[in-house]
C-alpha cells in the first residue's frame, strides 16, 4: 500500500484523562518495526474493561490513552520480519498475546504468556512501548491494541488471523467478551452434561457464559442479575431460570440452594464485583462446586470464610475464557462462520467512533448488551 513505512494520520478517539468524555483527534499511528504489523481497524465493540479502566481504575499512569480492545481489521502494513500476516490479511487484535515459544505458551494448562503488555504493567493496562502520537505527546495504546483508532500498531504474536469470509463488524466481538464468557464455561469450569449452572451478571460475557453453559449440555442455567430486562435475551443464549437477587430477603446463595437441592455444580461471575464473586461461590454445591471470576476488578479484597473452599468447592479465575488466544480466536471465528456459536444476537447497537461517548453511556446506564462502533469504511 501507498502508506507502508510511512507515518499515518488518522481520526481516534483519545482518553486524555480519568473519568471525562474521549476527544476525537488526529494522531500519528508510526510504521511498524520489527515483528510488528500496523491494522486498519474496521470496526469495534465497546467493552466494560473500557469504561473500568476510564471510570473505576484510574491509573495515573494509564493516561492520555487511545481505548477499545474488541476490534477486527485489515492488515496494511507489516514490519521486518514478519512471516505470517501480509497487508490485506483480516485479522483481530488481542490483548493477550501468544508467543508458542515461552513456558507458559508451550503448557497447557494456562493461556498466559510472558510476552506482551500484560507481563510488565498490568495495572496501568498500558507497555510504555507505542506507535501513537497526538499534539507531540506520546499516547498509551490501551491494553496493547487501542481499537477506538483507525490504525493501530501490534506485535505479530498479539495479532489473530481470520478467515477472509469473516464480517468483521460481527467477529469483532470475539476480541474480548464472547470468548471471554464463552470460555469461561467451556475451557476454566469445564461445564459437564447434564449439570446445574448459574451466571451472575447478563452483560455480553455473562450472555456468552450462558451460551458457554448450554453448549457443554447444562440442562438447568440460571440468570441472575437486578435488571429484569436481561432475561428475554438470556434466554435467547439457552437461560432456563431468572433470578433477581432484588426479589428475595435471603442471600441469593441460599436462594439458588433451595432452588438446587443444595446449590449449583457450576457458577460464573461475570460482573467484576467482590461481594458478587464470594455469592457465586458461596451458590455452589459443597462437595464439588465450581465457581469461576469472570469479571475484571483490581480494586477491591476478595474474601470468604475457609469453610467454603474445605468442604470441597473449587474456586477458579480465567481471563479471555482460557483460550490461547490466537488458536482459540480463529477457533471461535470458524464456529461463527459455521454457526456453532452466536455473535450477531449480542449486537443491539451500531454507531460510528465519533459517537463513541454516546455509545458509553448507553453501556454505564445498561442500555445496551454490545454497541459495535464503525470506525474506517471497509
Known sequence: MASAGKIIKCKAAVAWEPNKPLVIEEIEVAPPEANEVRIKIVATGVCHTDLYHLFEGMHKDGFPTVLGHEGAGIVESVGPG???????????PLFISQCRE???CKSPKTNQCEQGWAAHRYDAMASIATRFTCKGKKVLQFMGTSTFS???VMNQIAVAKIDPAAPLDKVCLLGCGVCT???????????EP?????????GAVGLAAVMGCKAAGAKRIFAVDINPDKF?????????DFVNPNDHSKPISQVLAEMTGG????????????EIMRSALESCVVGWGVSVIVGWTELKDLATRPVQL??????????????KSKDGVTQMVKAYLDKKVMVDEFITHNMTLDQINDAIELMKGGKCIRTVLSVSPK
Open 263 to 274: 446449590g449449583v455444580d457450576y457458577s460464573l461471575e461475570c460482573v467484576g464485583n467482590v
Open 150 to 152: 483507525e490504525y493501530t
Open 102 to 104: 515461552c513456558r507458559f
Open 310 to 323: 474445605m468442604v470441597g468447592r473449587t474456586w477458579k479465575g480465567c481471563l479471555f475464557g482460557g483460550f
Open 181 to 191: 464468557g464463552f470460555g469461561a464455561a467451556v475451557n476454566t469450569a469445564k461445564v
Open 194 to 202: 447434564d449439570s446445574t449452572c448459574a451466571v451472575f451478571g447478563l
Open 82 to 92: 514478519v512471516t505470517e500476516f501480509q497487508p490485506g490479511d483480516k485479522v483481530i
Open 232 to 240: 428475554e435475551k438470556a434466554k435467547v443464549f439457552g437461560a432456563t
